[in-house]
């Protein structure tokens, strides 16, 4: 099993560009998260999902869209990136929502 | 103030040595997580526990419910144990702390 996936790694865009970071799972779990990570403050949820088809903003939605088409997959999109955005972001995958975490390697994102 | 809060901040070690790290929360929790952040960025899952105490290997967590307080002990510490530990506790969602970076050096 490959766990959680993410892409890209690293990514640096323009203020004002858009982009979609890629989140997949292969662990058949219903409950997926999107977090990100800023220096000296914890992990804060941005979305999250319950299952296909169901998703709900978490402690800093603005900014950024989410959809869940499929079980497996967990885009983030960035609507018209801000230096502000400039952070890690993480997507994680659980059993249940509160459960063992399993998080992706993540992705650098640099918004010049 | 954070509701949770974890201490030391940074903690140096000799290999070889006895670790604790503390975590502290002010709002009531079902469960708290304990993670592993590796220098090249990845997060692992440690633990998860509600009550008592867990082991894997040189790892123990323990949690008192009624003080609010979790901690993480290494034993037998190993320059591999490098990485930041975070700790997170569940309300009706996740709350991570900031973390506490461990170097252990040989």
């Known amino acids: 099993n490959a766990g959680v996936t993410q892409t890209p790694k690293f990514q640096v865009l323009k203020t004002g560009q858009s982009m979609t970071l890629q989140c997949a799972q292969d662990?058949?779990?219903?409950?997926m998260s999107w977090y990100r990570q800023d220096p000296g403050m914890g992990l804060r949820l941005i979305h999250y999902?319950?299952?296909?088809?169901?998703?709900d903003q978490g402690e800093v939605p603005n900014g950024y869209n989410v959809s869940r088409s499929t079980t497996e997959d967990f885009p983030l999109r960035l609507l018209s990136a801000a230096p502000s955005q400039t952070s890690v972001y993480f997507c994680a995958s659980s059993y249940t929502r509160l459960g063992t975490q399993y998080f992706g390697p993540g992705t650098r994102l640099l918004v010049l | 103030k954070n509701e949770v809060e974890q201490s030391p901040q940074n903690l140096t070690a000799q290999e070889g040595e006895f670790i604790t790290i503390n975590c502290s929360y002010s709002v009531g929790i079902s469960a708290l997580h304990w993670l592993q952040q590796h220098p090249g960025g990845g997060i692992v899952s440690l633990f998860m526990?509600?009550?008592g105490k867990k082991k894997h290997g040189r790892l123990i967590a323990t949690i008192n419910i009624q003080e609010k307080h979790s901690s993480l002990h290494i034993t037998a510490s190993h320059p591999r144990d490098s990485a930041v530990y975070i700790c997170a506790a569940n309300t009706d969602k996740l709350i991570f702390g900031t973390g506490t970076r461990l170097q252990v050096f040989p």
């Open positions: 999902s319950v299952g296909a088809g169901i998703t």
């Open positions: 526990l509600s009550s």
């Open positions: 662990m058949n779990h219903e409950y």
